[in-house]
């Protein structure tokens, strides 16, 4: 298969991070916790996706924005990756966010930092940016939290800037900029739960309840939605196919990211013009690859490859 014939993923952070994970025991608030092991990763939604498109063997670009400060880091790291860098640069440093892992328990507490402060200009001048990476058919994901300074509505403006270059969008997000975002009605999409019953308005315990609520965005024109349960799998829906992908059992070293990986398959198959069954395989193999490493990393294609036959994927 030569991925070099297709057009790049490119992927969106607006709000990118250096994630510091570090391993404790018996992690405990109000004390004091000893660090046993840590790592630095270049991180961010969308940057987590570029990560896992490349280690598939996919071209991938990035843009967003970057803080003058600590953007060194992360530009030797896509250099290292072969991962192709188009961030703007703002004055200031990205965010760093702190994963603490408790070893006992494989329970991850997260401490995010709001990030950088966008000026009007500094949209404009991404905007640019994103127009000109932009062609008929190629696939932009849109993903992670908005920084200071930008409006909610800020997915919902770069998705009708994308779609009238004729890309296609995935948008993973949450609150109001993805209440906001799926307005333009973008491609695809990938709600959790929790985030699922916040966009419907109601609380979503019963599959007939899920089914209802999916359903209801295929309605409004979103092609394909993927709805993430964390370690029972992911929802897959398009048109009148439903289908739920179940991962293998693995003893997870860190979930931060798997969604992101998650999305990284999806539109990797997408682009190989896979069938929406195996897209979603590839999308469960590459989540369940990533949370078997440490920090934010990406799992290997051979081990994507060994876990894809063990993904059950079963009408839904």
């Known amino acids: 298969m030569n991925h070099q014939e297709r057009q790049p993923i490119v992927t969106v952070t607006l709000n990118p991070a250096l994630d510091q994970t570090v391993h404790v025991s018996q992690f405990q608030t109000?004390?004091?916790?000893?660090?046993f092991d840590q790592r630095v990763d270049p991180g961010g939604k969308g940057i987590n996706v570029a990560k896992v498109v490349r280690a598939l063997g996919h071209s991938v670009c990035v843009t967003g924005f970057l803080g003058q400060d600590n953007c060194h880091g992360f530009y030797e790291y896509f250099r290292k990756q072969g991962i192709s860098n188009h961030f703007v640069e703002l004055s200031g440093a990205a965010r760093v966010n702190i994963k603490i892992v408790d070893e006992p328990s494989n329970q991850v507490t997260e401490i995010n930092f709001p990030g950088l402060t966008c000026t009007p200009p500094d949209l404009d001048k991404l905007q640019q940016v994103i127009k000109g990476l932009a062609h008929e058919g190629q696939w932009f994901v849109l993903s992670g939290s908005l920084p200071q300074g930008v409006s909610e509505d800020i997915y919902?403006?770069?998705?009708?800037?994308?779609?009238?270059q004729g890309a296609k969008v995935f948008l993973d997000s949450s609150g109001a900029a993805l209440r906001e975002g799926i307005k333009a009605?973008?491609?695809?999409?990938?709600?959790n739960l929790d985030e699922l019953s916040q966009l419907v308005g109601r609380p979503l315990e019963q599959e007939t309840e899920i089914r209802a609520a999916v359903e209801e965005l295929l309605a409004s024109g979103i092609q394909q939605v993927i709805v993430s349960l964390g370690a029972r799998g992911a929802i897959v829906a398009q048109n009148q196919e439903f289908f739920i992908a179940?991962?293998?059992?693995?003893?997870?070293?860190s979930t931060v990211g798997a969604g992101d990986a998650m999305v990284a398959g999806f539109v990797a198959g997408q682009t190989e013009r896979f069938s929406l069954k195996d897209c979603i395989r590839l999308g469960t193999a590459a989540a369940t690859a990533s949370v078997i490493q440490p920090g934010t990393q990406a799992g290997s294609l051979q081990q994507v490859a060994e876990i894809l036959?063990?993904?059950q994927i079963n009408p839904w």
Do not use: E, T
């Open 246 to 253: 179940r991962p293998p059992a693995v003893v997870a070293k």
């Open 156 to 164: 919902q403006q770069l998705i009708v800037l994308l779609k009238k």
């Open 309 to 311: 036959p063990m993904v």
């Open 185 to 191: 009605i973008p491609h695809a999409m990938k709600p």
């Open 30 to 35: 109000g004390q004091v916790n000893r660090v």
